[in-house]
C-alpha cells in the first residue's frame, strides 16, 4: 500500500548535502544570502544638494535680504522653509533603502537545510549554493533552488509573476543546472521569497542574494532614478530666469538713482525694494502649499502621498496600466460555479443562499471537493471550496469533520488528479474523494467517449470565461488493504467545480469614469489570454479583443513595441521586466503614465512610471516602497478621485500663478518708474513685506481651498507638452497688472498733481493697489464664472484673508504709529471713497474683460 504521511519532511538518508565547512567557506566566497543594503547620504549631504538648487538659494538670499533690512521675522520665515524643504527631500531620499530594505527581509526567512546529513534550522541569510534546503507547506522558499524531489507540491509564486493561483511543482528528472522563470505548472525551479501552499520537497540551492529572480528586481530597483516633474523642473527654470531679470533691474534702479539724484544710499535701498519686488520667492511657497495641502486632501480618501510632486501630474495623466491581480481582481479564490446532473449553479450570486436554498442536487460535488482537500488549507482554490462549503453545506450530514484521514495519492505529471481516503466513525468501509484536471477525473471514472466529450464542453466553456475548472469524483472501498494506485478505486464522476479570482466590485464604475475623463486603461497580467480578456470584458475595457503577451512583446523591437501599443489595452503572460519595458514604451511615446500594482514584480514598474500606486491593504512593502501613491483601502475608484484632485491642483494653480503675475507688475511698476520719473519713491521694503505677507503667499491657500471646476472630469487630460507659465495664463497676467499698474500709476501722478504730499499720495495709491489686489483674488476664482456666481462656492480661507488684509490695511492707515513706519500722511474720508470707488471701478473691469474672454472660448 503506497501511504503518504501528511506534512512529514521527505527522507533524506540518500542526502548528505554540504559539509558545514564547505558551506561556511562559500558563505566567505560568495556572500550572505541577502540583498545589499542601500547606502543613503547622510543628511548633510542631501541637506548641501538642496541648499545647491537655484530656486532654494534664491529663498536664502532673500531671508539675508531680510535680515539686513532688519526683518527678521521674515527672514527667519523664509529660512525655516528652506529646512522644511529639505526635511521633506531627506524623507523621499530614502524611499530606495526602505524599498530594497523591504526586499531583503522577505528574501530572508528561516532555513531548513541538510549538511552533513543532519537537517539543520538556519537564518535564511546563510544558505549558501549548493545547500539542500527542505521545504514543507507554509514555508517560504530561501533561495532559488531546483526541486530534486517534492510530493504534491504547489507553491504560491504572486510576489514574482502577480498571479494568485498557486502552481503545481514536480522533481527535476534530467538535473537542470540553470533556473527557468517562474509561473507555469510542472516544472522543478522554486524561487526565492516564493510560499509553499501544499505538499513538501526538497530541493539543491543555485542561485542566492542578488542573483535570484527577486534580487534582480531589487537590482532593478537600485537603478531607476526618480525624475523630477516638469513642474517642478518649469518652476525652476522660471524662477532663475526672473530672478536674474530681477537683479539686473535692480542694479539698474539702484545706478539710477544714485547717478540722478546724488543719493547711493537711498539709490541702493530702490534697488533693494526693486528686487524684493521681482524675486519670485512667492513661486515655491505657492508650489509647496499646494502640494502639501492636497497630500493632505488626498488622504482624506484613503490615498497616502509618498511623492508629493507626483500629485499635479495626476492631472496630465494619459495612461493608467493596472495590474490585474488584487488590483482590479480581489486576489483572492472564489467558488464561481458548479456543474452537476446537467445542472449549473451560479456561485456569484449566492449572497443570499443558504443550507436551505441550496439546490441538493450539487451537495455531493461540494461535499467530496472539501473532503479531496485539506483539512486546513494553504491553496487558494481549496480555501475557497472550503469556505463556501462551510456556508452552503452547514448544519447538514454532508460536512464530516469528525471523519478520520487514512490516506492521500497525490498528484503526479502522469495522473492531474488527488485522492484523499477517509473513514466514517462506524468504520464500515472507507470513502474516496478525488479532484482534479477534469481530463483526469474523466479517465479516473472511465466515462465513454460520449460523457466525456459533454463534461469537455464544460470546462472548455468555464475556461473561455477566464474560470478555473477542478473535475470532482467519489469511491467506496470495503476491501482493509487500499490499492497502490487510484485507477484502482471503483470512481463515480459527481460533476465539476469552476472557481475564480472575482473582479472588486467599485471597478467598472472606475474604468468608465476614468474613460470619459480621458484616461486610457491598460491592463498588465501574468495570466493566460483568456482569463485575461474574460477580465477586460467584465471590467469595460476597450478594445478587449486585441491582445500582447509576452513571448510576442519579447520579439518586438522598441520602435515595433512602440506602435503596437497605441491601439492595444490587454497584455498578458508579462515577467516583471516586461511590466517596466511597456512602462517606458508609454514614456516615450509622449505619455504622462500612472501605474497601479501591489506585488515585488510590480515594483521596478511602479518606480519608473510617472506616477506608481500600491495597494496598500494587500501591497506587498516593496510595492508600497516604490509607488508615490498608496491606496490604503485598495479602493480602485480612489485612483479617479486622485486624478481629480490632481487637476484641480493644477487648474488652481495656474488661477494663483496668473494673480502672482498680474498682482507683481503694478508692485514692480511702482517701485521702477517713480525712479526714472524723479518722483518721490512709492513702495519701500515695508511695503513689499505687507504685501508679500498679506496677498501673495497668503493667496495661494485661498486659491488652493478653491473647488474643482464642473467640467474637471468631461474633458481630456492636459498636454504632456503643457507648461503652467503658458501663453494664455501669461496674457491673462499681464493684461490684469497692466491694467492694475495704468490705474494705481495715474493715481499716484494725479494726487502730486493736485498738490497732495508724497505720504499722503503714498497712502492713497497703497490703499487702491491693495484694494484691488482683493477684488483679483474673487475675479481669478474662476475662469468661466462670474465672481458673484462663485460667492456660493464654500471657501472660508478667502474670507479670512479678506477680512485680514482690509484690516491690516485699516490699521496702517488709521494707527499713526503704523502710518508713521509706512511712510503714510492722513487720508480724509473723500480720499478714502475715491480709493474704494477706484478699487471697485478696477474689479469691474477685471470682470468685464474675464466675461468677454470666457465667450470667445
Not at 486603461?521 to 509576452?550: C, F, H, K
Request: charged share 20%; aromatic share 6%.
Amino acid at each position: 500500500m503506497a501511504q503518504t504521511l501528511v506534512n512529514k519532511p521527505p527522507e533524506v538518508d540518500l542526502m548528505i548535502g554540504l559539509s558545514d565547512h564547505e558551506a561556511s567557506q562559500r558563505l566567505a566566497e560568495e556572500g550572505y544570502n541577502e540583498l545589499p543594503s542601500a547606502k543613503p547620504r547622510n543628511v548633510f549631504a542631501i541637506a548641501l544638494a538642496v541648499a545647491r538648487e537655484p530656486m532654494f538659494m534664491l529663498l536664502v538670499a532673500c531671508g539675508a535680504i531680510y535680515l539686513l533690512l532688519g526683518s527678521r521675522q521674515e527672514a527667519l520665515m523664509l529660512l525655516g522653509f528652506v529646512f522644511v524643504v529639505m526635511g521633506i527631500t531627506f524623507v523621499q531620499e530614502r524611499k530606495t533603502e526602505r524599498a530594497l530594505g523591504a526586499l531583503r527581509d522577505l528574501s530572508s526567512p528561516r532555513a531548513l537545510v541538510v549538511r552533513e546529513g543532519r537537517q539543520k534550522r538556519i537564518p535564511g541569510r546563510d544558505v549558501v549554493r549548493g545547500d539542500i534546503v527542505v521545504l514543507v507547506e507554509g514555508n517560504r522558499v530561501p533561495a532559488d533552488a531546483i526541486l530534486l524531489e517534492c510530493t504534491s507540491m504547489t507553491v504560491d509564486e504572486a510576489v514574482l509573476t502577480g498571479e494568485s493561483v498557486p502552481v503545481r511543482k514536480l522533481a527535476s528528472s534530467d538535473n537542470p543546472q540553470s533556473m527557468g522563470a517562474p509561473g507555469g505548472d510542472d516544472l522543478p525551479f522554486v524561487f526565492s521569497g516564493t510560499l509553499v501552499v501544499q505538499g513538501k520537497g526538497m530541493a539543491e540551492v543555485v542561485r542566492t542574494a542578488s542573483d535570484t529572480a527577486i534580487g534582480r528586481i531589487g537590482k532593478a530597483l537600485s537603478g531607476i532614478k526618480q525624475e523630477a516633474t516638469r513642474l517642478q523642473n518649469e518652476v525652476a527654470r522660471v524662477v532663475k530666469r526672473v530672478s536674474w531679470i530681477g537683479l539686473v533691474l535692480a542694479g539698474v534702479v539702484a545706478l539710477w538713482y544714485g547717478a540722478a539724484r546724488g543719493d547711493w544710499l537711498n539709490g541702493f535701498l530702490a534697488g533693494i525694494t526693486l528686487a524684493m519686488a521681482v524675486l519670485p520667492e512667492g513661486l515655491p511657497v505657492v508650489l509647496t502649499v499646494f502640494l502639501g495641502l492636497g497630500a493632505w486632501r488626498i488622504s482624506k480618501e484613503k490615498v497616502l502621498t509618498r511623492h508629493i510632486p507626483a500629485i499635479e501630474m495626476l492631472g496630465a495623466a494619459t495612461v493608467l496600466c493596472v495590474d490585474k491581480t488584487g488590483t482590479l481582481t480581489q486576489n483572492k479564490m472564489a467558488l464561481a460555479r458548479i456543474c452537476a446532473a446537467d445542472q449549473v449553479f451560479d456561485a456569484t450570486s449566492m449572497d443570499g443562499t443558504d443550507a436551505v436554498s441550496f439546490p441538493e442536487a450539487f451537495h455531493q460535488t461540494l461535499e467530496f471537493a472539501i473532503l479531496a482537500s485539506q483539512q486546513d488549507p494553504f491553496d487558494p482554490m481549496e480555501m475557497a471550496i472550503s469556505e463556501s462549503g462551510l456556508k452552503l453545506l452547514a448544519n447538514t450530514e454532508h460536512l464530516h469533520s469528525n471523519w478520520q484521514l487514512v490516506n492521500e495519492y497525490p498528484l503526479t505529471r502522469e495522473l492531474l488528479a488527488m485522492s484523499r481516503v477517509w473513514q466514517s466513525p462506524d468504520q464500515v468501509q472507507y470513502v474516496i474523494a478525488a479532484k482534479g484536471a477534469p481530463e483526469a477525473i474523466i479517465d479516473l471514472c472511465h466515462l465513454d467517449a460520449k460523457m466525456a466529450r459533454g463534461i469537455i464542453d464544460q470546462v472548455n466553456t468555464a475556461a473561455e470565461q477566464g474560470l478555473r475548472v477542478l473535475g470532482v469524483a467519489k469511491a467506496a472501498f470495503t476491501n482493509p488493504a487500499l490499492p497502490d494506485i487510484q485507477h484502482d478505486f471503483p470512481f463515480q464522476f459527481l460533476g465539476l467545480v469552476a472557481l475564480a479570482d472575482p473582479i472588486r466590485s467599485m471597478v467598472p464604475v472606475a474604468i468608465e469614469e476614468s474613460h470619459a475623463a480621458g484616461l486610457r486603461v491598460v491592463m498588465i497580467t501574468g495570466d493566460y489570454p483568456a482569463t485575461a480578456r474574460n477580465i477586460a470584458r467584465q471590467i469595460g475595457l476597450q478594445s478587449p479583443e486585441e491582445i500582447i503577451t509576452g513571448p510576442e512583446l519579447g520579439d518586438l523591437s522598441d520602435a515595433d513595441l512602440q506602435k503596437r501599443i497605441r491601439t492595444v489595452n490587454i497584455f498578458c503572460r508579462m515577467v516583471p521586466e516586461q511590466k517596466l519595458r511597456l512602462v517606458n514604451a508609454f514614456k516615450s511615446n509622449g505619455d504622462i503614465v500612472v501605474m497601479t500594482g501591489d506585488g515585488v514584480n510590480d515594483a521596478p514598474a511602479l518606480k519608473s512610471a510617472h506616477i506608481g500606486i500600491a495597494m496598500g491593504a494587500r501591497g506587498t512593502d516593496v510595492a508600497r516602497e516604490s509607488a508615490a501613491l498608496v491606496l490604503l483601502n485598495d479602493d480602485f475608484s480612489s485612483i479617479v478621485l486622485a486624478v481629480k484632485l490632481g487637476r484641480r491642483i493644477f487648474d488652481n494653480l495656474q488661477k494663483a500663478i496668473a494673480f502672482i503675475i498680474a498682482v507683481h507688475i503694478p508692485i514692480v511698476g511702482l517701485s521702477l518708474i517713480p525712479v526714472m520719473m524723479g518722483w518721490p519713491i512709492v513702495l519701500m521694503p515695508v511695503h513689499i513685506l505687507f504685501l508679500e505677507l498679506l496677498i501673495d503667499p497668503v493667496c495661494s491657500i485661498v486659491f488652493e481651498a478653491e473647488p474643482e471646476e464642473t467640467d474637471v472630469m468631461q474633458r481630456p487630460p492636459r498636454s504632456p507638452d503643457a507648461r503652467l507659465f503658458d501663453r494664455e495664463l501669461l496674457q491673462l497676467g499681464f493684461i490684469q497688472g497692466s491694467v492694475l499698474l495704468v490705474i494705481v500709476q495715474a493715481i499716484f501722478a494725479f494726487a502730486l498733481y493736485r498738490g497732495l504730499g508724497a505720504d499722503e499720495a503714498r497712502a492713497l495709491t497703497f490703499a487702491t493697489l491693495v484694494l484691488a489686489s482683493i477684488g483679483l483674488i474673487f475675479t481669478n476664482r474662476s475662469r468661466s464664472r462670474s465672481a458673484l456666481a462663485t460667492l456660493r462656492s464654500h471657501n472660508a480661507a478667502l474670507w479670512w484673508i479678506t477680512t485680514g488684509a482690509v484690516a491690516g490695511l485699516s490699521l496702517i492707515l488709521f494707527l499713526p504709529g503704523l502710518s508713521a513706519l509706512f511712510s503714510f500722511g492722513k487720508l480724509d474720508p473723500a480720499e478714502l471713497v475715491f480709493c474704494l470707488f477706484a478699487g471697485f471701478t478696477t474689479f469691474g473691469l477685471f470682470e468685464a474683460f474675464k466675461l468677454a474672454r470666457a465667450s470667445r472660448l
